[in-house]
């Protein structure tokens, strides 16, 4: 399996920012950490070397970013105002710097597919539903769609528009909505420990309400909210869903 490390400066964040690269060839998975987490996160917790067959197969290419969730909401001296502020300029960064190096070192015409697990699930499913014209599905595992859940209760216009279940079901603009309906969403949850089946299943429902179609997985009580459970959830959406 290629593994590559690059990083430069990131004029949003106004920091090095480092991406691991895993693979040669297929579609772009852009995998997002967990909570406080960091780029190489799923290379150390082996979740790569579950999507080794798949990417050693050409199947999907992998591109790992840092989080800056501590930077950000999960920063408790901070300001909520600010907070938001970091939140935006981290979408920034994913749009503007990540998605144009993942388009140089594949194609325009690769689709990219953003992942990720609990914090990551949520960030992953924002950057989808945002820029659906960039991004062309998601797979979010054990998250909530409601970014109230890591403000502290903290609440302003850019929380509201970072948090799925708040900005979907009033969203109207036809295009957009066009865009998402055409994408590839899955939603996957366990409904053992530390895991909200009932915030996935209140999600899917805005999403039903919008027309969207999208996957719903909600797995068994023995599926706990920990690395197990996305070391069997991801490879088993690649392999029978892509």
């Not at 300029?89 to 990720?116: A, D, H």
């Not at 890591?150 to 799925?164: A, C, K, L, R, T």
């Not at 949850?189 to 919008?210: I, Y």
């Amino acid at each position: 399996m290629d593994r590559e490390i690059h990083t430069w400066y990131s004029p949003a964040l106004q920091k090095e920012m480092p991406i691991a690269v895993y693979g040669h060839y297929g579609f772009a998975l852009l995998m997002i950490p967990t909570a406080a987490a960091d780029y190489l996160e799923y290379e150390r917790f082996e979740l790569i070397e579950h999507l080794r067959p798949f990417i050693d197969q050409g199947k999907m290419k992998v591109f790992s970013i840092n989080s800056i969730n501590m930077e950000s909401w999960m920063n408790k001296p901070m300001e909520g105002a600010h907070k938001a502020i970091r939140h935006n300029q981290f979408n920034q960064y994913v749009w503007e710097e990540v998605i144009p190096f993942i388009q140089n070192t594949t194609s325009v015409e690769t689709p990219i597919i953003t992942s990720g697990a609990s914090f990551g699930a949520l960030h992953a499913m924002n950057l989808f539903l945002k820029r659906p014209d960039l991004i062309k599905g998601v797979i979010a595992m054990s998250g909530v769609y409601d970014l109230m859940e890591y403000s502290d209760g903290y609440y302003d216009e850019q929380v509201y528009f970072n948090s799925p279940i708040h900005y979907i079901p009033n969203l109207t603009d036809h295009q957009l909505l066009e865009k998402i309906r055409s994408g590839k969403i899955i939603i996957a949850t366990g409904s053992g420990n530390h895991e909200d089946p009932n915030a996935n299943n209140r999600f899917s429902g805005v999403l039903h309400s919008k027309s969207i179609p999208h996957e719903l997985s909600v797995w068994g009580n023995d599926i706990h909210h920990d690395w197990p459970t996305w070391k069997k959830m991801l490879p088993h959406f690649i392999d029978s869903r892509f």
